[in-house]
C-alpha cells in the first residue's frame, strides 16, 4: 500500500498561482489529482505516467494546470496559474501502482488517496 502525502494548499486570490506537491512511499505507474468542492461529486484535474511523463487535463484546466513528476523524489505536482473562485476544493492526490496500459483519468483506477489539501481562491 502506497502512502500519499500532500502540501502546497492554501488561499490565494483569483489569478494567483499554487503549487501542490504529493509525494509517494513507493513504485507508482499512475498519479493524479482530483478534487472535490462541497456538495460536489469528486472530478479528475489531471493524471500523469509516472514512467513516461505523458499528461491528461480535464478540459476545465487545460492551460493553466500543469502536473509533473520527479521520479528520483517519488514526487508528483501540480502547478495552479490563473486561479479562479471556481478552482476552490479539496485537492486529493492519487496513485495506482498496478499495471495498466496508461493511465485513465478515472479515479475507479486509483487505489491509493492521499488526506487532501484545501485550496480556497477568492474573487
Known amino acids: 500500500q502506497v502512502q500519499l502525502v500532500e502540501s502546497g494548499g492554501g488561499s490565494v486570490q483569483a489569478g494567483g498561482s499554487l503549487r501542490l506537491s504529493c509525494a509517494a512511499s513507493g513504485y507508482t505507474r499512475c498519479m493524479g489529482w482530483f478534487r472535490q468542492a462541497p456538495g460536489k461529486e469528486r472530478e479528475v484535474v489531471a493524471v500523469?505516467?509516472?514512467?513516461?511523463?505523458?499528461?491528461d487535463y480535464a478540459d476545465s484546466v487545460k492551460g493553466r494546470f500543469t502536473i509533473s513528476r520527479d521520479n528520483a523524489k517519488n514526487t508528483v505536482y501540480l502547478q495552479m496559474n490563473s486561479l479562479r473562485p471556481e478552482d476552490t476544493a479539496t485537492y486529493y492526490c492519487?496513485?495506482?501502482?498496478?499495471?495498466?496500459?496508461?493511465?485513465?483519468?478515472?479515479?475507479?483506477?486509483?487505489?491509493?488517496w492521499g488526506q487532501g489539501t484545501q485550496v480556497t481562491v477568492s474573487s
Open positions: 500523469i505516467q509516472t514512467a513516461g511523463g505523458s499528461a
Open positions: 492519487a496513485a495506482r501502482s498496478s499495471f495498466i496500459a496508461y493511465c485513465r483519468m478515472n479515479p475507479t483506477d486509483f487505489g491509493n
